[in-house]
């Protein structure tokens, strides 16, 4: 890692790691010890500092609050057998994280103090990365709006802070999903394609009717006829029809995802036919009734490969292959979990080594 940027760090004077029950870890709930903090003043980034992980202080009247000037991004650090440490594709995060801020009317953040915030607040806390299989270090950084202001125009000010803490596997089962032909997550002209807060507000709704008639998951499918797949939840979604991968092409209506583009480069130098399309509903539904569709599944960086069981449509629930028999997407994770955990050579050069 190279150090450039000039940070503050104040410790924690009581680290929570040893007081931290890592054999029941739930996403999202335990922070490591330390966040990194920056301001945006005066058209440029300062104060960048690692503090103790805490409460912060701010305006009621913030626009982030009122309006939404907000969004995140999420990436995961891996601890190696040998002690290593790798962050997965944080170039690719950097750029994304940039793209939600120009629609936003945001700052952009350098790619440089996008990597070395992350980089060093996990170099700080590596203890806290778990070593067992299938958990790593969940990294969320996340820029809002500060001024305190209740005009609706774009913030003069902003904070950026990244919050760093263990997870395991985010989907403990196979999921039962619902295809969505009534909410709709982005329309064309909307924000889809970046990872603003409102989207995630807005999906709650959506998700705890879904959750409430039984169901683990929604695809979501687009907003002017219902009948064209868009992402599944807060992942990407594809398909084996017939022998080819399958996936909806990137649009302003689906977040452009980082395991989305590992998997469909895999697929590709493993000689597989991949299609980035239009996707509709029918052939999906009608390749589950037919035995031609062999694997579906979510693919996101806290989802990281989450087989699909069942496919609900119109009421008509349609039950897919065991996910253990399922070649493709069994073959994916594996090489997946490979390369992040360093157990193979990373020939692609994803691996960022704190
Ligand atoms: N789509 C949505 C809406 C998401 O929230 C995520 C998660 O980040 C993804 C797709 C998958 O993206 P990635 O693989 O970059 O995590
Ligand atoms: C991620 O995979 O990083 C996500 O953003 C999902 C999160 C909303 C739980």
Redesign the pocket.
Known sequence: MTETLDIKITKTNHSRLHETDFSNLQ??RTFSDHMFVADYEDGEWKNFQIVPYGEIGFSPAISALHYGQAF?????AYKHADGQVSIFRPDKNAARFNKSAARLCMPQLPEEIFIQSIASVVDMDRDWIPSKPHHSM?I?PFMFATDPYLGVHASKTYKYIVLIGPVGP?FAKVLRVKVETHFTRAAEGGMGYA?SAGN?GGAMLPALKATEEGFDQLIWTDAKDHKYVEEM???NVMFVLDGTLITPSTRDTILD?V?RDTVLTLAREWGMPVEERRVSIAEIIDGAKTGKLTDAFGA????TIAPVGSLSYNGEECFLTDPKEREFSQKVLKTLDSIRYGAVADTHGWNYIV
């Open positions: 996403f999202g995140f991004e999420g990436l995961k969940y969320r985010y990872k995630y939840g807060a992942a995802g395991t996101g960086t806290a989802a």
